[in-house]
């Protein structure tokens, strides 16, 4: 059999540059776009490109390019004194590759190095995408009373806009 792309060795995961804040952009309203197979339409969440500018300034964002194109990212915060998992897009065409997965291992290994214990993140429950891939990830659902305040707040915010859409949970893994 013929290789016709990159293979997945090719996958590269470094710090973000500045000037890739519209390509990181374009890929998550991709990503976001594929909630309309399911019946959600996220777009009134489009992607601001100034505010990821913004976060890859101050060192948050890590880029996944593959064969040199760039691929995916995540965006990681620190919320309660945890990491926490702000934002993760992978280009369309290139999903179930294991760039998601391993952006995350990626994220879960500098944020052990940083200090914090566990990496924190918010996601619907039911879309197999989110809940049940974190899960398979070793993430698990935080109740309310196990949330801190910070990470409670997140939810308050998101339940206005999002929850509408369908259940959203917080969720946790121990780095």
């Known amino acids: 059999m013929t290789q016709t792309g990159p293979r997945a060795d090719d996958l590269l995961i470094r710090p973000a540059h500045p000037d890739e804040a519209a390509a990181l952009a374009a890929i998550e309203d991709a990503a976001a776009a594929q909630f309309a197979r399911i019946g959600m339409d996220l777009g009134a969440a489009a992607s601001d490109p100034a505010a990821i500018a913004a976060r890859v300034a101050e060192g948050a964002v890590l880029a996944a390019s593959l064969g040199g194109r760039l691929t995916g990212f995540a965006i990681v915060t620190v919320v309660d004194g945890n990491a926490h998992l702000a934002e993760l897009d992978v280009a369309p065409d290139v999903q179930r590759r294991g760039i998601g ?65 369908g259940p959203r949970i917080a969720m946790a893994r121990p780095l």
Do not use: K, S
């Not at 944020?111 to 990496?119: N, S, Y």
């Open 101 to 165: 997965r391993r952006l995350i291992e990626a994220v879960a290994d500098r944020a052990h190095a940083a200090g914090p214990h566990r990496l924190t993140l918010t996601t619907f429950r039911d879309v197999p995408w989110n809940g049940p891939w974190y899960r398979r990830l070793g993430f698990t659902e935080l109740e309310p009373a196990a949330q801190g305040p910070a990470l409670r707040q997140i939810r308050l915010a998101e339940a206005r806009r999002l929850d509408p859409l």
